[in-house]
């Protein structure tokens, strides 16, 4: 039985679902066997929220806040700027997350190392690793300014004690699952613990105006550990992307209250650590093979950047019964859907084949606009069909067998232009955006209104 003035609540580990007694599955998440049981505090709940009233601000009429597009901090790295929206903004909470070694603590390294030569106050605060393992690391990555202070410490009435001593001008948190805060009782890495300690330093952002960024681990499924309501709380969630045996990784904007959340930042790991990779185009299509069948050439937005990406097929005749699908990369259900279209509008017979689809290099995709690509891709691969290497594919695929409409597509003809690609095959609708563009003369551009417009483009 729980003491005097406390009482016993089961939280979901994956959700944070908050439930009076345990439950097998959780009614929020779904999930099976996540319920843990913790002891939470009663008393003063009452004495706390008058204090946080009496404490609050006056109210201020809109038009009598300003804006100050100085407030952003420049991190020296041009791909994190990008996902961030342009820059650090003072007082704000980000949350880092990625597979193990996949470089969320080397990158934020990298950014303490960039603003400390600058003279910024930067203090990083690691609950993992001592100090002669950070140092180890750091050496490798170059050499680092006098401001840099590391405070090797979990508890956070420490922490925030050196906080308010220092008051340094940004601060780095690895690990939110290795803090306590003394005042839950639970043991570090509990639900309620990484939600009161996010709630301490979102305190600390916001009344000190400090820049917090805060590494999260991730668990089997991709998700932050811990419960969804740690990424509600932050103003920033990145996720870093990639096979760990690539070199390459991506840096991708989930959520993002000061800018757009679809900009990727794209890095190659090195011995030195993460580099930009200033033209992730070329680096995605390095090494295509050339006078292969199944291959084809598409364009992507990531928010404000085009990116080509080699689409690759393989479909051969099924030896067993029920056929064989499997895609990577990309949303398998919506390659199912496009050889269902394939077969119904286009008729191509793909009932009796095994069909194979991937995104080369491992970077996934899901923007609708690879659609045709992908079923070109199925086409060339089923006839043996060798697409031209300079053809670069974009459009939307509906049920019925049409192109549809995209956005930005005078942003992906330039840039297909750029790699010296010399024939593109767009939707139709889309050449009214393109109509009076000065687009040379050295890329032709084919416009298809249907996937059978397509097919005899490509035959």
């Known amino acids: 039985m729980a003491a005097k003035g406390k009482k016993t609540i089961f939280y979901c580990q994956s959700c944070g679902h908050e439930s009076g007694k345990w439950m097998g599955q959780c009614p929020g998440c779904k999930e099976w066997n996540t319920f843990v049981e913790e002891t939470v505090s009663t008393r003063g709940q009452g004495a706390v929220a008058q204090t946080r009233v009496s404490q609050d601000q006056a109210p201020v009429g809109l038009n009598e806040v300003t804006l100050d597009q100085t407030d952003r901090i420049t991190t020296g790295i041009r791909e994190l700027d990008r996902v961030l929206g342009g820059g650090i903004v003072k007082g704000s909470l980000t949350l880092v997350g990625g597979d193990p070694g996949i470089g969320k603590s080397t990158l934020l390294l990298q950014v303490c190392q960039h603003l400390s030569e600058r003279g910024v106050q930067v203090l990083y605060v690691s609950g993992e690793e001592s100090r002669e393992q950070i140092k180890m690391r750091a050496v490798r990555i170059g050499q680092f300014g006098d401001s840099m202070k590391l405070l090797c410490e979990t508890n956070l009435s420490v922490i925030r004690s050196w906080i308010e001593k220092t008051k340094p001008g940004m601060i780095v948190i690895d690990s939110i699952q290795t803090m306590y805060n003394e005042e839950v009782s639970s043991s570090p890495g509990s639900v309620s613990q990484v939600r009161e300690s996010t709630n301490v330093l979102m305190q600390i952002a916001k009344g000190m105006q400090i820049p917090i960024f805060i590494v999260g681990h991730v668990t089997k499924e991709g998700s932050v550990a811990g419960p969804r309501v740690l990424e509600h709380m932050v103003d920033s969630v990145l996720y870093f992307e990639g096979e760990r045996h690539a070199s390459y990784r991506i840096l991708r904007g989930v959520k993002n209250r000061f800018g757009s959340t679809n900009e990727i930042g794209v890095f190659e790991m090195c011995e030195q650590g993460l580099m930009e990779v200033e033209n992730p185009s070329e680096y995605m ?44 990369g990309t949303d398998y259900n919506r390659v199912n859907l496009l050889m269902a279209v394939l077969e119904k509008r286009g008729r191509v017979n793909l009932s009796a084949c095994d069909a194979y689809v991937n995104i080369a290099g491992g970077i996934k995709m899901t923007e609708p606009a690879v659609d045709l690509g992908i079923l070109l891709a199925l086409v060339s691969s089923h006839k043996d069909l060798v697409i031209d290497d300079k053809t670069v594919v974009f459009g939307e695929v509906g049920l019925s067998g049409e192109v549809r409409s995209v956005s930005m597509a005078e942003q992906r003809v330039m840039e297909a232009k750029k790699l010296g690609f010399t024939r593109v095959i767009l939707p139709e609708v889309c050449m009214k955006a393109l109509k009076g563009k000065k687009l040379g003369e050295k890329i032709q551009l084919i416009p298809v209104a249907s996937i059978r417009d397509a097919i005899n483009a490509i035959l």
């Open 285 to 328: 299509l390095d090494g295509r093979p050339s006078g292969a069948s199944g291959s084809v050439v598409a364009c992507s937005m990531e928010g404000t950047r085009p990116i080509m990406i080699e689409i690759q097929a393989l479909v051969c005749q099924s030896n067993f019964g029920l056929p064989r699908r499997t895609a990577n």
